[in-house]
């Protein structure tokens, strides 16, 4: 069975720093896909990310990089100098290749501070 | 990128009552997902809606108590049966385009029963 642990229930930093948020998954496939999504408080839900499993390079897009690491089954997000409009909870959730639908963990409430 | 427009966006109704969902995309797609989202919770699968066949349940969730259409390639409904206050939570559908596309989600229905 899938699995998506975010271990991290709730953080809260001063804006400007740095802040990684932490997603380790179990799965027995091979191939499959792991996403970052983010929900602010309106509800809907933001697609920021789909790794699949063959490709480990770390990507960044502006204040935002993950890091996946298969060794250790772990996909993490880090917010760079971080903006109270990042304040929101962040989801990472996982699918089987092709499947489409998603295991997702239990998400952490980010507080950004000013 | 797909277009998801859900109805209603949120309700408050009476226990014993059933609510209808739903959720038209802009475009053609194989799949289409309805999730649920209890309060300060994670996000759940409900079921796969199947296009001219039954939904597809996840275990914990029944036909009876969350009936799904799927008449064509763009629209789905979701009813929620005979309502208890348990059954507040969001519910958000979601569609996906070919393996190698993110799942999009659309905005969400804010279900509150009372």
């Known amino acids: 069975a899938q699995k998506v642990t975010q271990a991290q229930t709730e953080i809260s930093v001063v804006e400007k720093e740095d802040v990684t948020l932490d997603c380790v998954y179990e799965?027995?496939?091979?191939?499959?896909?792991l996403f970052w999504y983010k929900q602010p408080p309106s509800g809907e839900l933001v697609f920021l990310i789909r790794r699949n499993s063959f490709d480990e390079q770390n990507e960044i897009s502006g204040r935002y990089s993950w890091n996946f690491q298969k060794s250790t089954s772990s996909f993490n997000f880090t917010i760079t100098a971080s903006q109270v409009v990042d304040s929101a909870v962040y989801f990472c959730a996982l699918s089987e290749w092709g499947a489409q639908k998603l295991v997702f963990g239990q998400g952490t409430r980010l507080t950004i501070n000013p | 990128s797909a277009v998801i427009s859900q109805k209603p966006s949120r309700d408050i109704c009476q226990r014993g009552t059933s609510l209808t969902i739903q959720c038209q995309v802009d475009s053609q797609v194989t799949m289409m997902f309805w999730y649920r989202q209890q309060p300060g919770q994670s996000l759940t699968l409900i079921a796969t809606a199947n296009q001219g066949s039954e939904a597809t349940y996840e275990s914990g969730f029944v036909i009876d108590k969350f009936p799904i259409s799927r008449p064509n390639l763009t629209f789905s409904t979701l009813t929620v049966s005979n309502m208890s206050p348990e059954d507040s939570s969001i519910y958000l559908c979601?569609?996906?385009?070919?393996?190698?596309?993110?799942?999009?989600f659309g905005q969400g229905t804010r279900l509150t029963v009372v």
């Open positions: 799965t027995r496939d091979t191939t499959y896909y």
């Open positions: 979601s569609v996906g385009r070919g393996q190698y596309t993110e799942a999009f």
